[in-house]
């Protein structure tokens, strides 16, 4: 850094006169000296450290095509002088001595400089003085210090010669700086010529930065050692105090209407310390599971959610990921909006944003049309930009079931629960307004903001339409994909959404997964059976009988499914296995999408290969199946579906009755052989 | 969903005639693919023919929207354009006019075009002539109808209005539960 300012500097200013000296050096190394204080003080700041040298590297630099002058001399005396304070080491009569020597070499230095230097002399000999105190008082540490100035000494001879090659003017000759550390002792005692000054002042340089480091060594250690302490104390504190309160204190702590905020949260930390460390935190006598229990009791009281809701979340995660994923939750996710492409071109949109006071970044190398806004002058949904469509308000992980969809122009797709319309426009504009898009919701009045968007966004091959998806292959099939953003209980947007923490309960997702399971079918039934098509299924819920358990149960049912990788770089992987349900190898494919991970909302995303049929006869038969078996435990719903299903189809029963007997034969003999896991997963 | 009839037809055209004149044809004989106009629940959409047929399929309770709507005929008969027109008006309109920035947002509520906000126009407007409103960065906010003749404009006081308004993109936002 400061090699090339040196050779930006003003010739060398004249000498002051002598009586000035003293003064004048002190009051230059004042600053650095308490520059070195702070530094060993304070913990050891790295900026402050930089600053420091810095300082000191440049007063070097600038000074030595001229000679050194004492100001640079003195500085690191004076620094080493603070530092030897710092250490709490009593300051040697020689050090003084050697000021007073300081002094008198100055008056004569500035009889003649040309001949001999100052300060470098002083420096030398104080530094002898100072080997001397070092190894006085740091016995052990020289040997390996030596070898520290050795390798120092190698470092600074490579850049001397850069140096040399830089400036004419210093005529040193190389053999002399060559000079290990023997000669230069030898020179220390040898008075200062023009020869030796730049090698002095090398080595004083040298000296100087060795110190430092030796300090900055020394402040780490302590500061180390510091954390370490504070480290022990805290988890001391934390964990002496703490005693898990038993089951009668807990009821008693409920009925009195919960405790402090504060005591709530101590209590978690020390939980969740013991956790993660149990075999060794733990209070003797008492079982990991009370210790869970507490928490997750704590948690649903801290964060306001409820118990039930709280355990399932809890048991996704380790300790330390649950805890994270509830703070996060309680932050909101980035606010970001995708460009469209129909209409214009990220750039021009930022740079128009931009210009309207929106403070606003690209989303990240996986997409090229998102954009993330970190603050905004204006109302991000009302500029002309959004009303005239050149954006769409969408969170981040929105866009990626479409890029897992990956439509191509010309297609017919299908997205089966599309409101607001997010998704729809990001297909309508990655297939540029060619082919046709089905956008259903089955609410009504959530297809006036559809269609509001589809028409503000530009999109032409777009039709709106209300049904319940499960309808869907019965309206119109043959789409070459099809989106599943299914409905779901939300628990990825908690951050968005906090009525989910206390209104959901294990009914709702026993009903959301039902709907699911038969929303996935009829996805999967409403592709082309001909050609090969792609199913795309999210949710934005983390819950793995909302995700894993709907595909898996799929994979079951459409035996021409598999699983296909979903072409995003990013996001954990599926489970396999969640509490005892296997939901097979192949969902590893899948995509899971975590709040407190990626900064985005809790999503899920799995693509689906739908190839032909094996056989279609068998398959369809499948259907009537399907809603005996969600029969079992979901309700009135797959009841009623059941029969919708038979006056439909409209056959003979008496016909009938005996296919239906062998298939209820060969379901119960399927059910034997891997009923088991099949039961499992349906719930 | 149904085909126009004759007097529809005549409602419809003569509104786009009136912004877009002779473009007109440009809509009914497109190079790319067949169009047409359909009814559906007294919206006009205007929508290929290819995807029309596969709309055919959704029962007309349950369709919502087809293609891009054009705009509604009022219990009386008469046609009113829609700003979701406003691509296809935009795109084939022979009078334009242009905003300044600072009369942007103003007109985005719903307010008429007075002439200081104006920023430049098409020579020749007629008065009483539907034109297309145009931020300065070329991007269509809406639509109205002049309410003098560029020559005239000159001669106005710069609150004077110079556009009617008829329909603004801050429609998405104000007029959503009635537009669709």
């Given at each position: 850094m400061g090699r090339r300012a040196k050779n930006k500097q003003p010739p060398p200013e004249p000498l002051k006169p002598v009586k000035n000296a003293p003064s004048k050096s002190s009051s230059e190394s004042a600053p650095q000296g308490k520059a070195r204080t702070a530094n060993a003080q304070t913990s050891a700041k790295p900026a402050a450290k930089r600053k420091a040298m810095e300082m000191e590297e440049t007063s070097f630099d600038v000074k030595r095509p001229m000679k050194k002058s004492k100001q640079d001399v003195k500085a690191p005396v004076a620094s080493g002088k603070a530092a030897k304070a710092q250490k709490g080491q009593p300051i040697k009569d020689e050090l003084e001595s050697s000021e007073s020597e300081d002094e008198s070499d100055v008056e004569g230095d500035s009889d003649g400089w040309e001949g001999v230097a100052d300060g470098a002399d002083l420096a030398t000999s104080k530094k002898s003085l100072f080997q001397g105190s070092d190894s006085e008082e740091e016995e052990g540490l020289s040997a390996l210090e030596e070898d520290e100035e050795m390798l120092g000494d190698d470092f600074i001879q490579g850049h001397k010669i850069q140096d040399l090659d830089l400036s004419d003017s210093e005529q040193d000759d190389e053999g002399s700086e060559e000079g290990s550390e023997e000669s230069e002792d030898e020179d220390s005692d040898a008075p200062v010529t023009a020869k030796n000054m730049e090698k002095r002042s090398k080595a004083l340089e040298r000296r100087a930065r060795q110190e430092e480091q030796e300090e900055v060594d020394e402040q780490e250690m302590l500061q180390k050692q510091a954390e370490e302490a504070e480290d022990a104390m805290e988890l001391d504190e934390e964990i002496d105090g703490f005693v898990l309160p038993s089951a009668e204190e807990r009821e008693q702590e409920a009925q009195s209407g919960g405790v402090d905020l504060a005591v709530v949260q101590k209590r978690i930390r020390a939980c969740t310390r013991i956790l993660n460390r149990f075999t060794k935190l733990a209070e003797p006598g008492r079982s990991r599971s009370e210790y869970v229990a507490q928490l997750i009791a704590d948690i649903a009281y801290n964060y306001g959610y409820n118990q039930f809701l709280a355990e399932r979340l809890f048991q996704l995660f380790t300790v330390n990921e649950a805890i994270e994923f509830f703070e996060a939750n309680e932050t909101p996710r980035p606010v970001t909006i995708r460009t469209n492409t129909l209409r214009c071109r990220r750039r021009d949109l930022a740079q128009a944003l931009i210009n309207r006071g929106v403070n606003l970044e690209p989303i990240g190398k996986w997409s090229k049309e998102g954009l993330q806004v970190f603050e905004s002058s204006v109302p991000i949904g009302a500029t002309p930009e959004y009303l005239a469509g050149h954006y769409m308000l969408q969170s981040a992980s929105s866009f990626l079931p479409v890029l897992a969809l990956d439509p191509k122009p010309n297609e017919r797709v299908l997205d089966m629960a599309s409101a607001p319309g997010g998704k729809t426009t990001y297909i309508s504009a990655l297939m540029q307004n060619t082919g046709l898009v089905f956008a259903n919701d089955a609410t009504k009045a959530r297809t006036k903001s559809l269609s509001a968007n589809v028409h503000r966004l530009g999109c032409k091959n777009v039709i709106v339409c209300n049904y319940d998806g499960r309808e869907f292959p019965k309206v119109i099939g043959g789409f070459d994909r099809v989106l599943l953003d299914a409905p779901c209980s939300g628990t990825g947007v908690i951050s968005k959404d906090p009525s989910v923490k206390i209104n959901k309960s294990e009914r709702d997702f026993v009903l959301l997964s039902h709907l699911q399971k038969q929303l996935i079918l009829c996805a999967i039934d409403s592709v082309d059976p001909k050609t090969a098509a792609i199913v795309v299924y999210s949710t934005c819920s983390i819950m793995p009988e909302e995700d894993e358990a709907v595909v898996a149960y799929a994979l079951r049912k459409r035996p021409h499914v598999k699983l296909v990788p979903t072409?995003?770089?990013f996001g954990k992987e599926g489970f396999t296995n969640f509490r005892g349900k296997q939901f097979g190898?192949?969902?590893?494919l899948t995509r899971r999408f975590y709040p407190h991970v990626h900064n985005m909302d809790g999503f899920y995303v799995a693509k689906l290969h739908v190839g032909k049929r094996v056989k279609t006869k068998e398959g369809e038969r499948n259907e009537p199946e399907l809603t005996g078996i969600i029969d079992d435990e979901g309700g009135q719903k797959g009841a009623k579906k059941k029969g919708s299903a038979q006056d439909e189809i409209k056959f003979d029963d008496e016909a009938d009755q005996a296919y239906i007997e062998a298939a209820k034969r060969k379901r119960l003999k399927q059910k034997g052989s891997h009923g088991a896991t099949s039961k499992k997963v349906a719930l | 969903m149904r085909p126009l009839t004759e007097d529809e037809s005549k409602a419809v055209f003569t509104k786009l005639a009136n912004y877009i004149g002779k473009n007109l044809v440009h809509l009914i004989d497109r190079p790319d693919e067949t169009y047409c106009f359909r009814l559906h629940r007294d919206r006009v959409y205007y929508v290929p023919e290819r995807a029309m047929r596969l709309a055919a399929s959704v029962a007309r309770p349950n369709l919502v929207s087809l293609g891009t709507c054009f705009g509604k005929f009022s219990k009386s008969g008469k046609f009113k354009l829609h700003i979701t027109a406003l691509d296809y008006l935009a795109q084939y309109a022979k009078y334009k006019i242009w905003i300044k920035p600072n009369g942007e947002m103003p007109f985005l509520y719903g307010n008429h075009v007075v002439k200081a906000h104006l920023g430049r126009i098409t020579e020749d407007?007629?008065?009483h002539q539907g034109v297309v409103v145009f931020s300065m960065n070329d991007t269509p906010l809406g639509f109205g109808v002049t309410a003098r003749s560029t020559v005239d404009t000159?001669?106005?006081?710069?609150?004077?209005?110079?556009v009617f308004h008829?329909?603004?993109?801050?429609e998405y936002l104000r007029d959503e539960e009635t537009l669709f």
């Open positions: 072409g995003l770089e190898e192949s969902l590893k | 407007t007629p008065e000159r001669k106005l006081d710069p609150t004077a209005i110079i008829q329909a603004d993109v801050g």
